[in-house]
């Protein structure tokens, strides 16, 4: 079982930044796979990047160049560097966790809200 909360969220003008963070309440060594995804008003729920367990990451191509990935081990936190925002990256950002074991298990945040308007 794991426990994830969203954070960094907020308003912030196109070509602006946004780190959002994603801490997980255990170590994250134990998690397999850890990504973002988001969901923008009246459209399905999107994958927007992924990092796994060796480190390697691997981006939509709507984001690739943009936004940045990254894990803090010691804070068992998962970071999303979010550069040049766009009007269409707003929507809820929500964090997932998947475990690999006998069953795979997913879980997700309860999401942070990103809005990009001048």
């Known amino acids: 079982q794991v426990q994830l909360a969203e954070s960094g969220g907020g308003l912030v003008q196109p070509g602006g930044s946004l780190r959002l963070s994603c801490a997980a309440s255990?170590?994250?060594?134990?998690?397999?796979?850890m990504g973002w995804y988001r969901q923008a008003p009246g459209k399905e729920r999107e994958w927007v990047a992924t990092?796994?367990?060796?480190?390697?990451?691997i981006y939509a191509d709507s984001v690739k160049g943009r936004f940045t990935i990254s894990r803090d081990n010691a804070k068992n936190t998962v970071h999303l560097q979010m550069n040049s925002l766009k009007p269409e990256d707003t929507a809820v950002y929500y964090c997932?966790?998947?475990?690999?074991?006998?069953?795979?298990?997913?879980?997700w945040g309860q999401g942070t809200q990103v809005s990009v308007s001048s």
């Open positions: 990092i796994v367990n060796d480190g390697g990451t």
């Open positions: 255990r170590s994250i060594f134990s998690i397999n796979v």
């Open positions: 997932k966790a998947e475990i690999f074991g006998i069953a795979r298990s997913v879980y």
